[in-house]
C-alpha cells in the first residue's frame, strides 16, 4: 500500500489482504491485517486515518483513496492492527451535495458556499462532474459521449435537491434512467459506461485459471413477472388503470407466480418505459447465479480482472446451471 506523493508504504508484516470492487458496489474498500511495520516496537503507527493511500497487487494498483480506519488490538498472546480504507469516491457516498469550497481547501476551517439546490443539465457527464469537484474527484465516460439525458419533450433536466442527498445519490439516480452505470475506477476517480465495458483476455477454465470455487444456484429474489409503474399511488383507480403500468417483463423459469412492481423515479423523462423495463431485464441473470474462487495470472489475462467486463466461464458439467434455472 502506498502514497506515491509521500511514500508511505507497508512493506512487510501483513497477514491478510481483502479488497472490495464491483459495479454495484460503491466505493470500492480494502481491509489489511498486519503486525506493526517493526516487529517489537508497538508505538510505531506507520499509518493514521485520513492518509491518502494506493493499495496494489504486485504492480497494479486496485484501489486508490483513504485510510478510514486504524484499529490495533491486544491479546494475551498477540498483538494486530487492522487497517480499513476506501477509494476517493468515498467523499461522494457521505458528503452532501449542493456545498463548494470557495479557493483551495485547508485543514481546519474552511470557506464555503451553498449553491443554488436546483440542477439544470442535459448532460450526465457534466452533472456529475461538477458534483465531483469539491471532493477532487475526475469523471470520465467510456459511452463514446456525455451522456446526455433529456426532459419530456427535450430540452434539459431539471429537479431538485434534497438537503440529505449526496453527490452519489444523485449520480446514481440520473444514471440509472440514462442506462449507464457508474462505478469506481482503480485511480478512485468515478467512471460512466454502459454494461459490459470490455472483454477480459481470457475467461475462467476449470484445471486453467481456477483453482477453489463454488457456485450458487438461486430462486430467491427472482419473479415471474416484472410490472414496471410510472407512479407508487394508484390514483383514480375507479376510471381504470391505463397509463399507470407500463409493459410487463417476464422470467419464465420461476415455476410459480410471484409479481413485483417497479416503480420508476423518473419524474423528468416521458421515456419511463424502456428504463423500467431494463431496471427488470438486467435484475433476473444478476440474482441467478455467482461464481467465486477464481486464480487468474496476468499472463493469462493482460491485467488482473476488472469490474464491467465480460469473462466466459468453462467449467466441470456438474456445475452446469440447471435448465430450469436459465433466464
Not at 278 to 285: D, E, I, L, Q
Amino acid at each position: 500500500m502506498a502514497q506515491p506523493d509521500d511514500t508511505l508504504t507497508l512493506v512487510a508484516g501483513w497477514k491478510s489482504v481483502s479488497v472490495t470492487r464491483g459495479i454495484e458496489i460503491m466505493p470500492s474498500s480494502f481491509e489489511i491485517g498486519l503486525t506493526e511495520k517493526y516487529p517489537g516496537q508497538a508505538a510505531d503507527i506507520v499509518v493514521k486515518p485520513g492518509d491518502p493511500c494506493v493499495v496494489l497487487i504486485g504492480n497494479d494498483p486496485v484501489v486508490t483513496g483513504y485510510i478510514d480506519r486504524y484499529q490495533p488490538a491486544i491479546a494475551p498472546r498477540q498483538h494486530t492492527v487492522r487497517i480499513h480504507g476506501r477509494s476517493k469516491c468515498e467523499d461522494l457516498v457521505d458528503c452532501s451535495a449542493g456545498v463548494y469550497p470557495v479557493g483551495t481547501p485547508e485543514p481546519g476551517a474552511v470557506s464555503y458556499q451553498v449553491r443554488g439546490m436546483v440542477v439544470t443539465t442535459s448532460s450526465l457527464l457534466a452533472m456529475a462532474q461538477d458534483l465531483a469537484s469539491p471532493f477532487g474527484i475526475t469523471v470520465s465516460s467510456l459511452t463514446g459521449d456525455n451522456v446526455p439525458v433529456s426532459a419530456a419533450g427535450g430540452g434539459p433536466v431539471q429537479f431538485s435537491i434534497v438537503l440529505t442527498e449526496t453527490p452519489y445519490e444523485i449520480i446514481e439516480r440520473v444514471a440509472r434512467y440514462a442506462a449507464v452505470l457508474a462505478y469506481d475506477g482503480t485511480d478512485g476517480n468515478l467512471i460512466l459506461a454502459n454494461v459490459n465495458a470490455g472483454t477480459h483476455a481470457s475467461g475462467f477454465k476449470q484445471g486453467v485459471n481456477v483453482q477453489p470455487a463454488s457456485v450458487a444456484f438461486t430462486m430467491d429474489e427472482r419473479y415471474s413477472i416484472y410490472l414496471p409503474s410510472i407512479m407508487s399511488t394508484d390514483y383514480l383507480h375507479d376510471l381504470g388503470t391505463g397509463g399507470l403500468f407500463l409493459a410487463p417483463a417476464y422470467d419464465t423459469a420461476v415455476p410459480r407466480f410471484r409479481p413485483l412492481i417497479v416503480v420508476s423515479a423518473n419524474r423528468w423523462r416521458s421515456g419511463a418505459t424502456p428504463s423500467c423495463n431494463a431496471r427488470s431485464g438486467v435484475s433476473r441473470p444478476h440474482i441467478l447465479r455467482s461464481f467465486s474462487g477464481i486464480s487468474m495470472p496476468r499472463a493469462e489475462t493482460g491485467g488482473l480482472p476488472a469490474a464491467d467486463r465480460q469473462a466466459e466461464v468453462s467449467t466441470a458439467p456438474m456445475w452446469s446451471v440447471p435448465t430450469d434455472q436459465d433466464p
